[in-house]
């Protein structure tokens, strides 16, 4: 009983934020943390990056829809790897409705084996 009352509290603090747009951005956040291994990582300007095949994969999985467009986008493409280097960033691009969608996304910390990073918006 107490359980189905802390599902309908956070439901309705999220869907206070502003809509559907709101609850997926409550819901997802807009951070992620993945791992630089021979698996992940590439280099982009002699620094150690995030594939950037990683960084596409992990928004259109992660982020449908997409928290400040509130609707499905499509196939997700990056320029080039997110470099290892906290402040770094790079502008992935996709459609939604036909329209380009920019997303970009910026390093919050990064380490020699790990790399968080976030959209801008």
Not at 9 to 24: N, R
Not at 47 to 72: C, F, M, N, T
Not at 104 to 111: I, L, Q, T
């Amino acid at each position: 009983m107490q359980r189905k009352h802390m599902i309908v509290i956070g439901v309705t603090a999220t869907a206070l934020v502003g809509g559907s747009a709101g609850v997926t951005y409550a819901v997802s956040g807009t951070q992620s943390t993945t791992g630089l291994d021979r698996y992940t990582a590439v280099t982009v300007d002699g620094h150690k990056a995030l594939s950037a095949d990683i960084v596409e994969g992990r928004i259109g999985s992660k982020y449908q829809p997409l928290p400040w467009v509130g609707r499905d986008i499509g196939p997700v493409s990056c320029p080039s790897g997110l470099k290892a280097v906290t402040g770094a960033g790079i502008t992935c691009t996709a459609k939604a409705d036909g329209k380009w969608v920019e997303i970009p996304v910026r390093v919050v910390k990064a380490g020699d084996t790990s790399i968080t990073w976030k959209f801008e918006r």
